[in-house]
């Protein structure tokens, strides 16, 4: 069975803060990495993914990825009100490339 | 580019009776579309995948004969809900994979609610 698991929450933060979204899967044959924002009522929506080990910066989002721990964390710097939402970790295991997603991490950052 | 539509967005049926959802990706050829449900506060649940032309591959404890899953075209997939009850009531969303995209990229639609009552 593979698992995805996340902190429900909820993780607040202050405008501007960084918020830090963590995710630990099971897998260990796991290679892709997703993290998705969800707002209530939607479908989620792809913030980014990464492949290889290390981080990957795009704007204020930053994914790390350490395989050895099994552990795929997501930083938010300059944290906004309209961050507020949840955020899903997925990952796919090689072979399918259909993913797995975690139950979310609800994050709120107020002003 | 890589927009899926659903329809309806929203519906609202008393028990028993059939729902049809529609999904359809707009700009795109999607060989594959998967079906989620997600019940409130819980995560994305795969129902099925299906490829075009081809009968639906369902995850383990989804029903195949309650939720009927057609793949006609390469760019819309229908999933009905047969004889639905309270407790199907959930949010219903499909995504795509595009035809000769990254394997790992999949395009989600905007869902449908479904309450039954």
């Known amino acids: 069975q593979k698992e995805v698991e996340q902190n429900s929450g909820p993780l607040s933060v202050p405008e501007g803060a960084i918020a830090s979204l963590n995710c630990t899967y099971s897998d260990r044959g796991s290679q892709s990495f997703f993290w998705y924002r969800q707002y209530s009522g939607k479908s989620p929506e792809l913030i980014m993914f990464i492949y290889s080990n290390g981080d990957k910066e ?42 797995t997603f975690g139950r979310g991490t609800s994050l709120i950052v107020h002003p | 580019g890589a927009v899926v539509s659903q329809h309806p967005s929203r519906v609202i049926c008393k028990s028993g009776t059939s729902v049809k959802i529609e999904c359809r990706s707009l700009d795109f050829q999607a060989t594959t579309m998967f079906w989620y449900r997600q019940f409130p506060k819980q995560s994305l649940m795969l129902m099925a995948t299906s490829n075009e032309g081809s009968k639906a591959t369902y995850e383990q404890g989804v029903e195949k004969d309650k939720f009927l899953i057609n793949h006609a075209s390469l760019t819309l997939s229908t999933l009905t809900v047969t004889s639905a009850h309270p407790e199907d009531s959930s949010f219903y969303i499909c995504s795509a994979r595009r035809r000769g995209g990254d394997y790992n990229e999949q395009f989600f639609g905007p869902g449908t609610r479904l309450t039954v009552l």
């Open chain 1, 58 to 99: 795009d704007g204020r989002f930053t994914a790390q990825l350490n395989k050895a721990s099994q552990y795929v964390s997501l930083l938010i710097r300059d944290s906004q009100p309209s961050d507020s939402a949840t955020y899903l970790c997925a990952v796919n295991s090689g072979g399918s490339y259909i993913p």
